[in-house]
């Protein structure tokens, strides 16, 4: 990072607002950690919240960012966090996670741009100049960017939202003595040359205390957020060590749990489960008209998720899909027709007719849809998983970007056009092949006999398209929307490690295949009673 000296010229900042907690319960895990808590963080000035590890200070920063619900999965709290006497919400503040939560499909350049288009009030400085300032190199991609460099675009990308206060989460966490020095030298430089409201929670208190301006302690013991006078600064060692054994305490301390503790919460989960389930079916419904605060945003988040449900590889994996099925179906069809030397002439025509139908109607829609939900929807579950292991989802918030706007209506667009157009893709493959086995077992017969009875069960007089296409559309796209909602909803759910992202794909894979094929029997009873009744006439 440059030297305040060096620095670009910029106008004064913005006015310094204070956050003020009040009365403040958190209770998480069955425990309380914090009881009436209370806590004014002053404007313009440097603040740590110090505690051990497993006492609650990330559930507290997440609660100071607006992160978290009243009573939400496993945490809950009453009381209030308000700024400058307003209630706190999502967007209102800045953070720098602990793990950064940029986002990788997007260039140094990008992250920082982003957020400042999301932002009301934007930062006077570009994102790069903002970059060049925090020395975040412009060429490099963001996945490949070193630790330290990842750092300092994560406080530009939040110097560009241009918040009043930013929230460091652990930012020295991992690193040896040396490299937080300069950790704290950074948020110190950053405080000076932006003039923000900065709150650091952390266990780290030999690297920051140099640059405090005041500092609470996280105290397990009287659940309270305990102001540390300056003068008793070298005694925070010594405290945290105790502080430290009663955390281990409390978080060994736990009561048998009977079955029927058990079957209670099973229970509630599955409620709870299927109540969160329905409120995203109702999300996905809503997102299908996007709202977007920056439209060019908006449209890159929709290209890449299309990329993701119906990219190149995808094209590639629905095609040769398409060609296995095409030639096994047509092949072995006529290959074992029983007596064939006395039937094939008689049933020639009429195999050719039911092979069409069923390919267009029934064999591959099928088999596209049970691909697509298990390869596509595997494919967005691994991304939305991950951006919500890694705080991205969270990152989206904080920068007034709505996560409905920017990941699930993409997402829903993407699975809306994108099943029957790679079913489209896959029925073509399927059909050529079938063309070309046909003819290279049959080479007195012709393509023209192929096309002519291939096609026949399917061509309408004076129509444009085959028939029961409206059957056939209508039930891709409830397939591509049930997929959508389910890979979403799955990545969503709280991931607290990578084996937890790798058990929603499995999850996704599961649930999206049997959706599918539940869909397409439902259809079935519907779709197919006209041709019973000879109402689509002669297949």
Sequence with gaps: MKQPGDAIERPAPPEKQGIDIRDLTVAAGGRTLLENAEASFAAGKITLIVGPSGVGKSILLRILAGLIERDERGVSY??????????NHAGDVGVVFQAFALFDEMSPIQNVAFARSSAVDP????????LQDLDVPLDVPTSRLSGGQRQRLAIARTL????????????????????GRDVARLIQ???????????????????????ADRIYLLDPRQRSLVLVPAEQWESIPERLQGMAKVAHQDNEISSPVRPIDRLKFAIGTFFEGTANFAGSVVDGVLSLVPIWKNPQWGFKFLLHFARLVSG???WIYLIIAGVISGFVVTYFT???????????????EDLLTALGFAMYRILVPVLACILIAARCGAAVTSDIGGRQFGNQIDALKTLGAAPRGYLMSPIMWSFLIGTPLLTLISYAAASTTCLITFVNSNPEQGPDFWN??????????GANWYRGTHWLLGKLLVCGFGVAVISYHIGRLPKYSTTDVSRAVTSTILWSTLYVLIVHFVFAFYEYEGLVAGGEGGV
């Design 123 to 130: 930062s006077v400085a570009t994102a790069q100049q903002l």
């Design 78 to 87: 009453t009381g209030s966090v308000s700024i400058e006497g307003q209630p």
């Design 189 to 211: 430089q950053t405080h000076r040359e932006y003039g923000k409201t900065s709150i650091v929670v952390t266990h780290d208190y030999s690297s920051l205390m140099p640059i």
């Design 334 to 348: 006529f290959k074992f027709l029983p007596y064939a030397a006395y039937t094939e002439p008689l049933l020639l």
């Design 312 to 314: 190149p590889t995808a």
């Design 452 to 461: 002519y009875h291939f096609h026949r069960g399917l061509m309408e007089i």
């Design 160 to 179: 560009a939202f241009n918040p009043p206060a930013i929230l460091y989460d652990e930012p020295t966490s991992g690193l040896d003595p040396s490299t």
